[in-house]
């Protein structure tokens, strides 16, 4: 699925990751790591949202090579999104729509495991931390991309969204093919997800637990 051959740089001698070979099969991954290690610089990387030297290859598709084509397989939602505050939520829901081409059906039933179908008309501007982080992982979930990156899911979440979450992407999992790789402080304990591997980030380069 995924195939690495990078290395990302502070200084022109200072590796922050250095991933010189590694290969990721279809699944779910939990990306682990103390506080400062890289995971969110790595799942940027992977994303194409910060430069690296080396490349990364997602279902044969070089993300240096045809970074346009590379995105298109993939979503990601960030630790602490940021938007433009003037927007309402449906305008960004729309957008997301319209190009990854998702029927009505799958938008509703994410706004509804978002639950900000009344508050989607308004700003986000005026939305809390926890309903714009909603916010940010329904759109990360629109079109079934073959890859979902999702930093801190659970953080700022309230106890229903931390309880379906892992339910949601069991489903993606399960009836579209999407995997995942995500990262948590909290433990992510379900009886609806099983975790295939978990990554280990430490000494600037990724270890994969047996």
Do not use: C
């Not at 993939?74 to 319209?98: C, H, K, M, R």
């Amino acid at each position: 699925m995924l195939t690495f051959h990078a290395t990302k740089k502070a200084y022109a001698h200072d590796p922050i990751l250095e991933i010189p070979a590694l290969h990721l099969e279809e699944g779910v991954y939990w990306l682990q790591g103390k506080n400062g290690s890289g995971k969110t610089t790595l799942l940027r990387m992977i994303a194409g949202m910060t430069p690296f030297e080396g490349d990364i290859i997602f279902k044969d598709i070089s993300q240096h090579k045809h970074p346009l084509l590379y995105r298109k397989n993939l979503s990601w939602a960030e630790a602490e999104p940021l938007y433009p505050p003037f927007i309402t939520g449906n305008d960004l829901v729309l957008y997301y729509q319209e190009i990854r081409k998702a029927p009505d059906p799958e938008i509703d039933k994410l706004i509804a495991f978002s639950g900000l179908r009344k508050e989607l008309a308004n700003p986000i501007g005026t939305y809390s931390s926890g309903m714009v982080k909603r916010l940010s992982l329904l759109l990360a979930f629109i079109g079934h991309v073959p890859l979902i990156l999702l930093d801190e899911p659970l953080s700022t979440l309230d106890a229903e969204a931390v309880h379906t979450l892992p339910g949601l992407m069991n489903e993606y999992k399960q009836k579209h093919g999407v995997s995942f790789i995500f990262t948590s402080h909290q433990p992510f304990v379900s009886d609806t997800l099983a975790i295939d591997k978990e990554l280990v980030l430490a000494d600037h380069t990724i270890h994969m637990t047996v």
